[in-house]
């Protein structure tokens, strides 16, 4: 008897493990296949190239615009963070004011702000780029970017 369990165990166990081994291959694979042709940030502008069908002049001016924009936002993000670890430091200590938290909470939302127009101004720029037959196509684009990862009701109305 002790050896019939020892020999189901044991078939059991590699059978565990071959179907581990063999999910771990399917993840690993499934990983590189979706990666695979990814050229990480660059993505959304070759998606946008390709849809709009920029010519080459317009993926330069884009390319330029886009260094400007990072270049411009950077700082911003890097202060919006600092506000941001600045805010929940707050949590340390043991007690903490409605005006403080309002505060610091205001701090942020006017850094977001700031960020939010920056951005809006450049997406402005972006579309001086196209020509009066590719706005449309460039509209439509970016409503579908701002609308990427949305998981509330707004984002299943507009579908």
């Known amino acids: 008897m002790k050896n019939s369990n020892n020999r189901i165990l044991t078939i059991a166990v590699l059978l565990l493990l071959v179907a581990n081994i063999v999910l771990v291959?399917?993840?690993?694979?499934?990983?590189?296949?979706?990666?695979?042709?990814?050229s990480g940030k660059g993505e959304p502008f070759e998606m946008m190239a390709k849809e709009l069908k920029m010519t080459d002049q317009q993926r330069n001016d884009y390319k330029l615009l886009r260094e400007e924009h990072q270049k411009s936002v950077k700082p911003l993000f890097d202060s919006l963070r600092a506000a941001k670890t600045a805010f929940y430091d707050l949590m340390k200590m043991d007690t903490v004011s409605d005006s403080l938290i309002s505060l610091y909470s205001q701090q942020i939302a006017e850094r977001q702000i700031v960020i939010d127009k920056v951005t809006f101004t450049h997406f402005k720029k972006v579309r001086t780029l196209f020509s009066p037959d590719q706005?449309?196509?460039?509209?439509?684009?970016?409503k579908k970017m701002m609308q990427r990862g949305r998981r509330d009701s707004a984002a299943k109305k507009d579908k």
């Open 25 to 38: 291959f399917m993840l690993v694979k499934g990983k590189g296949a979706k990666d695979g042709g990814r």
């Open 135 to 142: 706005l449309p196509q460039y509209d439509s684009f970016m």
